[in-house]
């Protein structure tokens, strides 16, 4: 069925680099993507958000890349901190009658390395 | 302002009983969806409340129910509770369009 997947299970990353998580998806029809970040016990938090008529936006140290193309997102995440560590999840707004309906991916462990 | 509430943040309860979780949105908004968090299934939509209606629902059985009140707070509702029931539920409410969610901290629920 379709679905909207992570590439990568786990991420680690040096304090200070840039982290860039990625994500596929595979309803072209789709047209609203968010980020979340969660924390161990916490639910999602917020990052970023973006339309499918836009190619990127920016926000706080975080970009969102779209490539309606090839069906893909991506995160990135400048100058990584230790309190970016968390599982990054993207997820795709299905719902019906312009509602709320996220369709998340798997997830990815971001760890930060001091 | 005040963010996502649920209520209990944690629950124990035996195979068979049923529970119930509570989700106050943030003030103005008028969706609440609820998602169930396992480690297997990962975050899965169960369905959303708009103006007291259900909008959209997700592929879970009858067991798992939900309403909204007319101040938007929502309610979900598991009946006949089994072992794989035991998640965190987590509840998320937008302004009622296609929006921002913004989620609560969960209900961890336990099925002993």
């Known amino acids: 069925g379709e679905s909207v997947g992570l590439h990568l299970p786990t991420l680690s990353v040096q304090e200070g680099d840039n982290s860039i998580i990625n994500c596929a998806y595979s309803?072209?029809?789709?047209?609203?993507f968010i980020w979340y970040k969660q924390e161990s016990g916490k639910g999602p938090q917020f990052i970023i958000d973006i339309r499918s008529n836009m190619d990127k936006r920016q926000g706080q140290r975080v970009t969102v890349l779209l490539n309606k193309t090839v069906k893909h997102l991506s995160l990135q995440i400048a100058a990584t901190q230790p309190g970016d560590s968390a599982v990054y999840f993207c997820?795709?707004?299905?719902?019906?009658?312009?509602?709320?309906?996220?369709?998340f991916g798997g997830g990815t462990r971001l760890m930060v390395k001091p | 302002k005040a963010g996502v509430t649920q209520t209990p943040r944690y629950l124990i309860k035996t195979r068979g009983q049923q529970v119930t979780l509570s989700c106050s949105p943030i003030?103005?908004?008028?969706?609440v969806s609820w998602y169930q968090q396992t480690p297997g299934q990962g975050l899965q939509f169960l369905f959303e409340?708009?103006?007291?209606?259900?909008?959209n629902k997700g592929n879970f059985p009858g067991r798992f129910s939900g309403r909204q009140f007319s101040n938007s707070r929502s309610e979900m509702n598991v009946s006949t509770l089994e072992l794989g029931d035991s998640a965190l539920y987590l509840c998320?409410?937008?302004?009622?369009?296609?929006?921002?969610?913004?989620f609560g901290q969960g209900t961890r629920l336990t099925v002993v």
């Open positions: 998320a409410s937008t302004t009622g369009g296609n929006t921002e969610a913004f």
């Open positions: 309803n072209s029809a789709s047209d609203y």
């Open positions: 003030s103005g908004h008028r969706s």
């Open positions: 997820a795709e707004n299905r719902g019906n009658n312009a509602g709320n309906m996220l369709t």
């Open positions: 409340y708009f103006s007291e209606t259900q909008r």
